[in-house]
């Protein structure tokens, strides 16, 4: 089984690209983060600090567990986009006698390979990290100034361990999948379709909605405790922030059914021309991957949203250098995982491209139609932040005694249009540059092609 798998690792590298890249930017924040904790671990000792020694454990253990999170998250997307690939292969080894266990486990070992390789390259730049984010963690006084960041060898099996395991939770939806699909659905490509409501689904779509089901308990908890501590309160201040994540958290998890709707709704407007109908209904047919896509961006809006409204609104005193020093690792991860989902699409928009060159469309035509693609990603996630931002701002303006107009017109207005506008740019770049990566092929050359 080691042979297959190290063999189909490498005679098929390029469909895991993505998800190697991933897992290298997970490798380098995890170890970056457990080198600014051996450094500031002894510098605390140095000087026999407890409450730092404390501090810089708590601070730590807090970013890396974000990471891992933020990793699991958008490797799913990445992971299942990777097996589908590979879904005909799949499906020619179960044709040809490999059981459904043993398909499932090479799949779940080329992941935890994957992760383990993405933490060896990821070391290398997690010096570069560490140097970034201890003059954060310095003006938050979680570090002590002088700081250097430390690395011991144990750290590289650490790095490995939680990179491989970030890589194999993320993708063991994905392995699950392929192994219970029939050979038939495997070989014509269409695997998912063939996935039986088993008890493992079931369980995992109620799980989702008992979640869904207690972020909305704990957000209408937040807002009677708000109103009955009154406004002002330190109660009613900590209710309302539990509130506000819980709203933001429903929103997120909510995602992969408001994606389609509110892209429906965002291209309902009849914009002139071929460039916006052809987007929009792109984005329409791949609503799975559009949601994936939006996630890590509506993530940042979010929290964005709250922690900035917190700060205007007078219950905390949270700066950039703490919100980057606190979330910035995490969401590094997830925004190269928003991208990544966007590149291992790029085959089908180069033959959507392709097709519009058949019929006549000139070349500023696909770029528009491309660019309008990456828009339409960015305002379906702008357009949820938003929702979650109003309705978090109910809660919020309760306990700063405000009314809820009051309360968007206090809001972080220029953070929140730097991370939408951060985002509009990261998703028409994506969508771009990953449309023209494979340059000088002719029309019939990409409409051939099998990526």
Known sequence: MTRLLLADLRRHAGT???????????????SGQLMVMRGSLASARAVGDASLIE??????SFIIASVVLAAAAVLSSTSALAVAERERDHGLWRALGMRPGMLRAVILGQLAAIGAIGALAGTAAGAVVARLMIP???RERVVLAGTAPRWVPVDLLWSALIVAGSVVIGGWGAARRAARASEVALLRGRGEEGERWGVARILGLLLRLAAAGGLGAGAVSARLTVRAAGAGSMKAIDASMLGAFSVVGLVCLLAPWLVPWVQRAVAVPPVPGTAWRVAARTAALESRRSSATVLPFLVAIGLVAVLFSAR???????????FLSMFGLALVVAWSGGVAVIAMSAGRRRRDAALLRALGACEGGV????????????????VLGLLAFAAASSIMGGAAGLGIVETLARGPWVELGAVTGLTLVTTCLAVVASSRA?????????????D
């Open 312 to 322: 205007s609104l007078g219950f905390t005193g949270m700066k950039m250098s703490g």
């Open 438 to 450: 494979r340059g000088g092929q002719s029309v019939g050359q990409v409409l051939r092609a099998q």
């Open 136 to 138: 954060l963690l310095i």
């Open 367 to 382: 770029t528009a139609t491309q660019v309008l693609e990456g828009v339409l990603h960015a305002l379906t996630a702008a």
């Open 16 to 30: 895991w690209t993505w998800t190697v890249a991933v897992a290298v930017v997970t490798g380098a924040c995890v």
């Open 55 to 60: 501090a810089a454990s708590a601070v730590s």
